[in-house]
């Protein structure tokens, strides 16, 4: 009797055109409802597309999606592969997984080393300079706070972080300029005095990135014939996250939270009279998006720096007289329709950053392509 009662409430709702419903965060896909046609009314194409239309649009779907939401975090059970750990530090399931017990094919590593070593000698030759980038992952930095299950796994494991340790063991063998941001988000961790990462997303706090910029610019200023300006950071507290710093409390789709978490911005000065004069491209993942961000409302390092976010997006920054241009996430290019030529001339640096939880496709092929286009040319 009761759910006769709900069903008659709900078809009141809907067919009186009253759909109450609430936002939904992260990515959402919503189906358009059909128009009714004759002929895909006969060949069951309507009823098929009205039928996926309306799980998106009964009454109150959206409520219930929360509240199912709301149910299952607060039982400490994964939601949209999200769970949260110690102190509701939240982490992702497949990132967390990759960074206890992912490896790489042996092989393939070995001849991807190999390859940017060939990149690396060939831009010397032209007067460039190739550095591969690594940056952290929340698992590996905050291990005391994974959720009961990771964090059992952790400790029963003689060893962790084998993608990253594989990687960093094959670019040292063939002679490949690195950096390794693990360690120096382990020391901003133990000197404390702002979040490397916050509660509520798996990317780094711009904290940590604006300090691994600087650590950056020491870097090729060590080790490549390029100079770099010197930098000032400054922080700020701000009232609510930038860019990728709440994406996974977005997932979860919470009525509501206990994350109160002190966000911080950063700021990067150039000392006066110093012109940047490095022109960069980054082939790069999500990690490097809390840098561009930095560098487009900030003082910019460098003189052009042009990022490819795997082959999804692609942004372009250079500073004017007054400011800095940002184009930002254009549409991606596939590997194979790359402008390499263009890449290669146009910059004096090249820059490959990949997150220490895995190895893209995006870059093995971009790698392959570019050792390809070298030898070539």
């Known amino acids: 009797m009761i759910s006769i009662s709900i069903m008659l409430i709900f078809a009141i709702f809907f067919f009186s055109g009253i759909i109450p419903q609430t936002t939904l965060n992260g990515v959402v896909e919503y189906n358009e409802k059909p128009k009714r046609e004759f002929k895909t009314i006969m060949n069951g194409k309507y009823q098929t597309e009205y039928s996926n239309w309306f799980s998106d649009n ?4 959206t409520y219930i999606v929360k509240m199912y939401d709301e149910v299952m975090f607060n039982t400490h059970s994964i939601v949209n592969g999200v769970k949260a750990g110690k102190n509701g530090d939240l982490f992702g399931e497949y990132f967390t ?25 060939r831009l010397e030759a032209r007067g460039k300079d190739l550095i591969y980038i690594i940056t952290p992952s929340k698992a590996e930095i905050l291990p005391e706070d994974l959720p009961w299950n990771y964090r059992a796994a952790y400790d029963s494991l003689n060893q962790t972080a084998n993608i990253r340790l594989e990687l960093n063991t094959n670019l040292e063998d063939y002679g490949v300029k690195y950096i390794d941001y693990t360690d120096l988000m382990l020391r901003l961790k133990a000197e404390g005095e702002y979040p490397v990462f916050y509660r509520t997303g798996i990317h780094w706090s711009q904290y940590a990135s604006s300090n691994a910029t600087l650590e950056l610019l020491k870097f090729i200023k060590n080790n490549t014939i390029f100079n770099t300006p010197f930098i000032k950071l400054s922080y700020n507290k701000i009232a609510k996250p930038e860019l990728d710093e709440a994406d996974y409390l977005a997932l ?84 194979n329709e790359m402008n390499f030529e263009e890449i290669v001339d146009q910059s004096d640096l090249i820059i490959i950053e990949n997150n220490a939880c895995e190895l893209p496709q995006s870059h093995i092929d971009f790698v392959q392509a570019l050792s390809e286009y070298l030898m070539k040319n």
């Open 58 to 61: 009964f009454p109150f779907r």
């Open 252 to 335: 979860l789709n919470l009525y509501k939270s206990n994350y109160a978490d002190d966000y911080y911005t950063s700021d990067i000065k150039l000392k006066e009279g110093e012109e940047p004069n490095l022109r960069v491209f980054s082939m790069s993942t999500s990690f490097s998006r809390s840098i561009m961000n930095l560098f487009g409302k900030s003082d910019i390092p460098f003189k052009y720096y042009w990022r490819s976010q795997y082959t999804q997006f692609q942004d372009k920054l250079y500073p004017d007289v007054e400011r800095t241009y940002y184009e930002s996430m254009q549409p991606g290019v596939a590997v």
């Open 97 to 121: 997984r990759q960074s206890l017990i992912g490896t790489l094919d042996k092989t393939q590593v070995d001849n991807y080393a190999r390859n940017l070593k060939f990149i690396q000698d």
